[in-house]
Each structure stands twice: as structure tokens, then as C-alpha cells.
């Protein structure tokens, strides 16, 4: 019963850390923790230079609506709150914790908590406070992807356990280790929406993980092994038959998508009043000696990371944060892991690839998932025509990379369409 | 950390499978089975053809690149394409200095002119072809050898036509029923296939060129549309007009599978949706019927491309692929 959708692409899949466990990291000396983790608002700092703070204490408020809190990850005092690099916006404002060595967790965390009784505004409350934002990458908060508008039925609540990216196996140890809390944390989700169906859905590449859940007695759809599958409205389409209307949401067509990270996230806020202080990241690639899935607390910094899996192999040329599909490459080992992260890959060497003319060969458009022409809206982004860019769709993009990774011109479209869409967004503000 | 961290736009990795030297190449190599073939059937002298055909292309790249000032790019194999590709439309017995004409126009002209490689409206071996019909019609058409050990069964003497010439005047060769029938003749049909007749050097053999082309589109170099449309509507259009040759006959005889699998479906010149590519696949098959049962041509195969190329920009605009999501009629808001 695989299911699919149109386009997308076959890349190597090079998961070698699928049969490693998840391990966790011992607590590193310094977190250097930024306030923007997530797409929204940057929290507003709580604390100041000086103060003394525990795991789980709150450093940063929620800013607004879209925004999300922040959270000590260690215990230990703040040693300052300056600009230090971020590996999303390049550098940030981030809140320096100097570990004391304790592990000393704020009051109420980690005590038992009977959450069957809550209401849903209760579980929707904890959640926010947990600062629980999307964990498959994009780090949306959660809480407001858990309240749609009053309207909009949900009807279906999908966990998304896809983890369609190369070399990333953080998801699928999660499954296998910890499927009880995922599916817990699927059901408070599944509560908070009021939604009467509950499907996870997985890849045809770990279908051990299938497995498990099937084992729960939980709805599994298994997909097709395609990248990207696990993007929102790609799995929607595949899972559900139901097409996202351009410039919508998934909740248009009466569906919600949550990683199988966050619901875990999720269930340890409703549990345990355990904010989101730590996350699962695989870390991989020819630059690290041991290549690992650990549980890593938010703040601490690749080179700390990469150290514990036995350091570098030979000198790094490329770390990147996320998938080698469209993680971001960084250019300083100083980065922090954030929420948002969900794998560190080190490669020590780096091709460059020297761009061709286009031969219009097409297979940009034959494998967008978006059904775009990448080739099109790259030449208008060039002669700098972004009416005409945003005409052929420009800002349905979603940034896969199908295009560029199948270009035989080695042309960097998505790096042209994503100036493309800053620039019409830009434009439309003026 | 002495050496700095490299920073680009994801994705971080590309496909292996080629890039557009690798992919150039590969299309040679498809056509190479066919080039072994004619140099057997018609003689060195075919070769010879390909070969000056093939390095005028280059040197004219080469030279043309340097006076425009641009980076000199003949390694990437495109010039040596259009130069094999112009070869083989061309017949076995023109003069030599022929190719050398056809394949600077190509280039030259054709190709480089309009900005080169990507940029080229037409295909510059069916443009250097198109050139050489207009200007030295006689060379381009009667210059047609015998081939070794090959003729349409029973039709002595006139070996060395080509079988749609045969079939358009089959009165200048003799009782035109008896060589209709022949025509259409089992053992004619399999002389086609396997490519023992007459004709332009690579065109002949049908089966090397299937072989080569379903290879090119098994690794996805060729788009199965543009073939499948080209083939399809040319043999719906040979079973309801009126001609005088059997369907297998008309599938296996001229230039068709060269035009379709190595021509038609050229990156370039041809439309990049995918309902695009549907229609101009199938334009290119009912244009090539269209001049074999009516035009003054026999063989329809050139202008037709040449003609869809022209209208490839047109094709595009009118079929823009379907975006994810998008509504169908938005008018009824």
C-alpha cells in the first residue's frame, strides 16, 4: 500500500547510524543558548548576567503570538547574554550558561504528573510553556500549529516519521526506542484537536519502526522511500489524497502534521512538566569518527558535539546543520545545536561544482514536488524580473532541493529562487 | 581550526548519475553502433564524412568561441554531436566538402550566434541540413549508394535509391504496382529493419537506433513523451491516410528513428513541460505524414522537427505545468 506524489528524488540514503542507539551526551561546560529558535518572534530574555539557574528555568518569554519560550538546559549561572554565531541567521543574541556540574532540575519538572485529566486548554497551556516548537526542522510553534481556528475541522492528525532526508536517523532511533511516548504524546496532540483520526506514517526503509507502532495498535501508513516525502503537503497528498491549496495550510484540508520528535517532546512536557531542553540529533558524516544519535541538551556547540563522538577524522570543510538535502552549512564550529536541529554532518572534503548553461533538459521539472519550473523562475531571478519569478510560483517553493540536485548544468537553483523569494517578499513590503 | 568551513546553498549534494559532458557522451555512444554499421554498409568513405563533419563542428566552435570572446567549451561534446548528427542526415555519396559547408553553418550559425550551447532555437544539425538541401538540392539527393550486400528484394538496378524515393515516384523506376508490392514485401520490411538499403549514413538501420534510444531513455537522457507522441501519431496518421506503403514499411524506412530518439528529442530545442513535450512529440509525427503522403518531399522527418523547434517558446507559454495546490478555476469566485 505504498503510496506517493508526483516528482521528487532518489538520493543516496547513506543512514549509517540507523542501527546505533540513542546516547546521551554528557552535559557540556557552557550552553550558549539563542532566543530565536524557532520560526516567530524571538523570546524577550528573563534573566540577567549573574543569575543563578536550573534546568527547565524559563530565561526567555514567548514574545507575541507566534514565538515560543526559551529554557535553561543546565544548571549552573549565566555568565553573559551577547551576539554569538546561530546557525540558522548567521549570529544572534544568545544567553552563555556556565554548568555547575549539578544537573539540578527547577521545581515540578520531572515529578509524575496524571495529565488524562487535563483539559485541552490545560495540555495546550503546557505545551506552550514547554516551548515545544517543531522538531522536524522548520521549528514552527506547536502550539500554534494546535490551535486552528475555530472553522477549520481537523479531521486528521498525521505524525510525521518520514525523516526522508539522507544521513539522518535521529527520528527513526526515536521510534524504535521510544515508541510509547510518541504515541502518548500523538494522543494529547490528537486531544488538544479534538481530531477522531490518528495515522503515523513511515517510510518503506524503516519499516521495523512501522513495525513497533503497528505493534501499539495505532493507524501506520508506510510510504514509498522518496525524498521529499516528509515534507508537509507531500505527505498529505501521499497519505491522504488531499492537495494543500496554494498559500495554504495543511489545516485548509482539515489536517494537522506534527514530527514524531515533538509529539515525543510533547509527552515528557504533559509527563514530567519537562520543557524542551534536549532533542535527538544524528551526527554523521566522513569527518567524524564515531558517528552517533545523541541526545544533546539545546545550547551546546557542534565542536563540544563533535567532540564526544571522538572528533574530527581528518580537517572539516563542510559542517552542516540538518540534512545534506537543505540543512545549512555553517561557518564556525561555535554553532549551537537549537530545537530546530536535527543532525550535524561533517565532511572533510567539499566538492564545488562549476555551473553550466541551462540545456533546458527539464528534469528540474520533473522532479519538483511543487510542480514548479525551476529552470523559468531561475532565469527571471537572474534578470532580476521577480513579477514574473512570482508568476511562475516562485513562493510555493518549498526549498527541497529536488531541482538542484538533479540539474545536470550543476546549476544552484535553489539558492536563485530563495534570493528570488526574499526579494519579491522585499518588494511587496515596500 | 587552520582552514575555513566552506558555505554554499543546500542542497549539499548533487546526483551522480551525469552532468552535461557525461550526458553528451553517452548519447554518442548510443549512436556508435550505427556509425560501425554504416561505415560497413556504405564503405569508409561514410566514415570519412563523419569524421569531417565532426571536426569542422569542433574547430568552428572552437574558433567562433574564441572570436566572440567566450570560454572555449568543445570539451563538453556538444559540437561533436552536431557534427555526427549532421553526418548522419547527410547521404553516403556527397562530396567532401559538403559536411565541411553544412557543419560551419550549424555552428556557426545556428549554434554559436544565437549564444550557444542552451540558447539555440532550432537544432543546428537539422539547420546545417536544412541549408544544405536549399542550396545544393542535387548533391543532397541523389548522391545515394548501394549498399554492401543490401537491396530491396528484386528491384536490380536501382539499389541504390533510397526506399521512400521508390515509393514518392515509383513510376521512374519501373511498373509502379510491382514495386509498391515490393515495397511492402516481408523480406523488404526486414531489409529495413536491420538497415540493408539505401539512404543518409546513420538513418538505415532501425534497430541499431531503437537499441540506442530506448537505451538513452532507460537512463533518462531522452523523454519517453517526445518519442512515444512522435511514434504514435506517425503511426496512427500511416493507417488512416492514404499511402501507398504498409505501416511497418513507413516505420522502418527514412530517417523516423533518428529523428525521434536523436533528433526530435533534443534538450534544447524542445519544450520543457511535460504536456509540452506531448505535443510536440505528436506535431513532429503528424507533420513527418503529412510530407511523405502530400508534401514534394519523400522524406518529412527534418522539417518536421525543424518546424516544431520553431514552435517549442510558443508550446511553452501555452502549457505551463500545473502548480501544487492550484485551484483549477479560479473564476468562480
Same mark, same amino acid.
Given at each position: 500500500m505504498a503510496k506517493g506524489f508526483s516528482g521528487g528524488v532518489h538520493p =543516496?540514503? /547513506? %543512514?549509517?547510524?540507523?542501527k546505533t542507539s540513542i546516547e546521551a551526551m554528557p552535559l557540556p561546560k557552557r550552553v550558549y543558548i539563542p532566543?530565536?529558535?524557532?520560526?516567530g518572534k524571538p523570546a524577550r530574555p528573563l534573566v540577567e548576567k549573574g543569575a543563578e539557574v536550573k534546568v527547565?528555568?524559563?530565561i526567555g518569554e514567548a514574545d507575541g503570538f507566534i514565538s515560543s519560550p526559551v529554557h535553561s538546559s543546565?544548571?549552573?549561572?549565566?555568565v553573559d547574554i551577547k551576539r554569538h554565531p546561530h546557525p540558522v541567521v548567521g549570529e544572534s543574541l544568545c544567553c552563555i550558561i556556565e554548568s555547575d556540574n549539578q544537573d539540578e532540575w527547577e521545581q515540578g519538572v520531572k515529578v509524575k504528573q496524571?495529565?488524562?485529566?487535563?483539559t485541552r486548554e490545560e495540555l495546550l497551556q503546557i505545551i506552550k510553556d514547554a516551548g515545544i516548537?517543531?522538531?522536524?526542522?522548520?521549528?514552527?510553534p506547536t502550539y500554534v500549529k494546535l490551535?486552528? =481556528?475555530? /472553522? %477549520?475541522?481537523?479531521d486528521t492528525l498525521i505524525i510525521n516519521?518520514?525523516?526522508?532526508?539522507?544521513?539522518?536517523t535521529a527520528d527513526h532511533r526515536l521510534i524504535l526506542e521510544y515508541p510509547m511516548g510518541i504515541i502518548e504524546g500523538a494522543r494529547i496532540f490528537q486531544r488538544i484537536l479534538d481530531a477522531p483520526r490518528l495515522i503515523f506514517a513511515v517510510e518503506d526503509n524503516k519499516l521495523d519502526a512501522a513495525q513497533i507502532l503497528k505493534k501499539e495498535g495505532v493507524e501506520v501508513v508506510i510510504l514509498k522511500t522518496?525524498?521529499?516525502?516528509?515534507?508537509e503537503k507531500q505527505l498529505i497528498k501521499a497519505v491522504l489524497n488531499r492537495e494543500v491549496p496554494?498559500?495554504?495550510?495543511p489545516m485548509d484540508v482539515g489536517c494537522v502534521v506534527q514530527n514524531v520528535g515533538t509529539a515525543y517532546a510533547a509527552f515528557q512536557a504533559a509527563k514530567y512538566?519537562?520543557?524542551?531542553i534536549d532533542r535527538v540529533v544524528t551526527v554523521t558524516g566522513d569527518g567524524v569518527k564515531e558517528p552517533k544519535n545523541l541526545l544533546v541538551r539545546i545550547g551546546t556547540r557542534a565542536i563540544d558535539v563533535i567532540n564526544h563522538c571522538g572528533?574530527?577524522?581528518?580537517?572539516?570543510?563542510k559542517i552542516i546543520f540538518?540534512?545534506?538535502?537543505?540543512g545549512i552549512a555553517q561557518f564556525s564550529e561555535e554553532v549551537p545545536v537549537i530545537k530546530g536541529t536535527s543532525g550535524i554532518i561533517v565532511w572533510t572534503s567539499s566538492p564545488t561544482f562549476q555551473e553550466g548553461p541551462c540545456?533546458?533538459?527539464?528534469s528540474c521539472i520533473d522532479v519538483c514536488p511543487m510542480g514548479l519550473m525551476p529552470t523559468e523562475i531561475y532565469k527571471f531571478v537572474q534578470n532580476r524580473n521577480f513579477q514574473e519569478a512570482e508568476k511562475f510560483?516562485?513562493?510555493?517553493?518549498?526549498?527541497?532541493g529536488c531541482c538542484a540536485f538533479s540539474c545536470p548544468a550543476k546549476i544552484p537553483l535553489v539558492h536563485y529562487i530563495k534570493f528570488g523569494k526574499a526579494e519579491i517578499r522585499r518588494l511587496k513590503q515596500k | 581550526m587552520k582552514e575555513l568551513l566552506q558555505v554554499s546553498a543546500s542542497p549539499h549534494i548533487r546526483a551522480k548519475y551525469y552532468d552535461i559532458n557525461q550526458a553528451m557522451r553517452l548519447v554518442i555512444i548510443a549512436l556508435i553502433p550505427t556509425l560501425i554499421f554504416s561505415t560497413y554498409l556504405f564503405g569508409i568513405r561514410a566514415l570519412i564524412i563523419v569524421l569531417i563533419s565532426i571536426i569542422t563542428s569542433v574547430v568552428c566552435e572552437a574558433v567562433t568561441q574564441r572570436m566572440l570572446g567566450k570560454e572555449i567549451?568543445?570539451?563538453?561534446g556538444s559540437a561533436v554531436l552536431t557534427g555526427l548528427l549532421l553526418a548522419f542526415n547527410?547521404?553516403?555519396?556527397?562530396?567532401?566538402w559538403l559536411p565541411i559547408i553544412g557543419s560551419a553553418f550549424a555552428i556557426i550559425f545556428a549554434k554559436q550566434l544565437f549564444g550557444g550551447l542552451g540558447y539555440n532555437f532550432i537544432n543546428p544539425a537539422l539547420a546545417g541540413r536544412a541549408f544544405l538541401m536549399a542550396s545544393w538540392p542535387s548533391a543532397m539527393t541523389k548522391e545515394w549508394l548501394a549498399p554492401i550486400?543490401?537491396?530491396?528484394?528484386?528491384?536490380?538496378?536501382?539499389?541504390?535509391?533510397t526506399p521512400l524515393n521508390l515509393l514518392k515516384n515509383p513510376s521512374n523506376y519501373g511498373d509502379p504496382n510491382i514495386i509498391i508490392k515490393q515495397l511492402n514485401d516481408f523480406t523488404t520490411i526486414k531489409s529495413l529493419f536491420i538497415g540493408k538499403v539505401g539512404g543518409c549514413i546513420g538513418e538505415t538501420s532501425a534497430l541499431l537506433l531503437l537499441i540506442g534510444g530506448v537505451f538513452l531513455i532507460i537512463i533518462g537522457i531522452v523523454d519517453y513523451r517526445i518519442v512515444i507522441g512522435y511514434l504514435g501519431s506517425f503511426i496512427l496518421l500511416a493507417l488512416i491516410?492514404?499511402?501507398?506503403?504498409s505501416l511497418l514499411f513507413h516505420l522502418f524506412s527514412g530517417g523516423l528513428f533518428l529523428g525521434a530518439f536523436f533528433m526530435a528529442t533534443d534538450w534544447v530545442t524542445s519544450p520543457i513541460t511535460k504536456k509540452g513535450r506531448w505535443i510536440f512529440g505528436i506535431g513532429c509525427g503528424i507533420l513527418t505524414m503529412l510530407i511523405r503522403v502530400w508534401?514534394?518531399?519523400?522524406?518529412?522527418v527534418s522539417y518536421s522537427i525543424l518546424l516544431m523547434n520553431v514552435f517549442t517558446p510558443l508550446i511553452d507559454r501555452l502549457t505551463k505545468e500545473r502548480i501544487f495546490g492550484e485551484i483549477k478555476k479560479e473564476r468562480k469566485k
Open positions: =543516496p540514503e /547513506e %543512514k549509517h547510524t540507523e532566543f530565536s529558535q524557532h520560526t527547565g528555568t524559563k543546565i544548571s549552573g549561572k549565566v496524571n495529565y488524562e485529566s487535563l516548537v517543531g522538531l522536524g526542522g522548520a521549528a514552527f490551535s486552528p =481556528p475555530k /472553522e %477549520k475541522k481537523i516519521g518520514c525523516e526522508c532526508e539522507p544521513m539522518l522518496k525524498y521529499p516525502q516528509g515534507a496554494r498559500g495554504g495550510l512538566r519537562k520543557p524542551l572528533g574530527y577524522t581528518n580537517p572539516p570543510k540538518g540534512g545534506p538535502m537543505m540545456v533546458r533538459c527539464a510560483g516562485a513562493l510555493d517553493c518549498i526549498e527541497c | 567549451t568543445i570539451a563538453d547527410l547521404p553516403p555519396g556527397v562530396p567532401f550486400n543490401g537491396t530491396l528484394s528484386g528491384i536490380d538496378g536501382i539499389t541504390s535509391a491516410l492514404p499511402t501507398k506503403g508534401g514534394g518531399y519523400p522524406e518529412g
